[in-house]
Antibody, heavy 123, light 109 residues
Framework: QLQLQESGPGLVKPSETLSLTCTVSGGSISSSSYYWGWIRQPPGKGLEWIGSIYYSGSTYYNPSLKSRVTISVDTSKNQFSLKLSSVTAADTAVYYC???????????????WGQGTLVTVSS | SSELTQDPAVSVALGQTVRITCQGDSLRSYYASWYQQKPGQAPVLVIYGKNNRPSGIPDRFSGSSSGNTASLTITGAQAEDEADYYCNSRDSSGNHLRVFGGGTKLTVL
């Protein structure tokens, strides 16, 4: 059974860089069949797509966050990571990592999710 | 980029049928996937593709699509179906960009 687990600091100071890692177990991040993504959810609000990465390193970002986001992959560790720079209180959210299957019976879907990790931006 | 629009809240009587909708230009070209989220939990995929359910999702959940609208239908809603529901699809401006709907809070009365 595939599992994803987010890890990283729960508290980040304003103007600093948020860094999270997602460790994938029970499957290979190097599979050509999947993409890997980050999604966040501010307290009491809806889901926001941050971006995705392919095992080859190709990345795709939400245009509203693109200038501050970097997603990378480490196939040797079966991990992918998120960096969000110049954070403010508006970046306080639960951050989820998830697997994106691009061919879900004609559609595409996030079929496996991590449990999520709360990151608070505060001094 | 494109947007997906959902009604913020919907209610249904126990055992009745409810439809949750998601509207957006990208849905004319791409199927939506649907996610159920209960308080304090990660989202769970409930519908994908034309009308497919992952293993373990009850068959009272079904999906459909017409024009720019995707729908999630729960036939015979149960108390445990009370949750937030989100649609997700590709962005109409680029195959690899994604967008979520704002979410619908389902209350089972």
């Amino acid at each position: 059974q595939l599992q994803l687990q987010e890890s990283g600091p729960g508290l980040v100071k304003p103007s600093e860089t948020l860094s999270l890692t997602c460790t994938v177990s029970g499957g290979s991040i190097s599979s050509s069949s999947y993409y890997w993504g980050w999604i966040r959810q501010p307290p009491g609000k809806g889901l926001e797509w941050i971006g995705s990465i392919y095992y080859s390193g190709s990345t795709y970002y939400n245009p509203s966050l693109k200038s501050r986001v970097t997603i990378s992959v480490d196939t040797s560790k079966n991990q992918f990571s998120l960096k969000l720079s110049s954070v403010t209180a508006a970046d306080t959210a639960v951050y989820y990592c998830a697997r994106l299957t691009p061919n879900c019976s004609g559609g595409s879907c996030y079929d496996y999710w991590g449990q999520g990790t709360l990151v608070t931006v505060s001094s | 980029s494109s947007e997906l629009t959902q009604d913020p809240a919907v209610s249904v009587a126990l055992g009745q049928t409810v439809r949750i909708t998601c509207q957006g230009d990208s849905l004319r070209s791409y199927y939506a996937s649907w996610y159920q989220q209960k308080p304090g939990q990660a989202p769970v995929l409930v519908i994908y593709g034309k009308n497919n359910r992952p293993s373990g999702i009850p068959d009272r959940f079904s999906g459909s699509s017409s024009g720019n609208t995707a729908s999630l239908t729960i036939t015979g809603a149960q108390a445990e179906d009370e949750a937030d529901y989100y649609c997700n699809s590709r962005d109409s401006s680029g195959n690899h960009l994604r967008v979520f709907g704002g979410g619908t809070k389902l209350t089972v009365l």
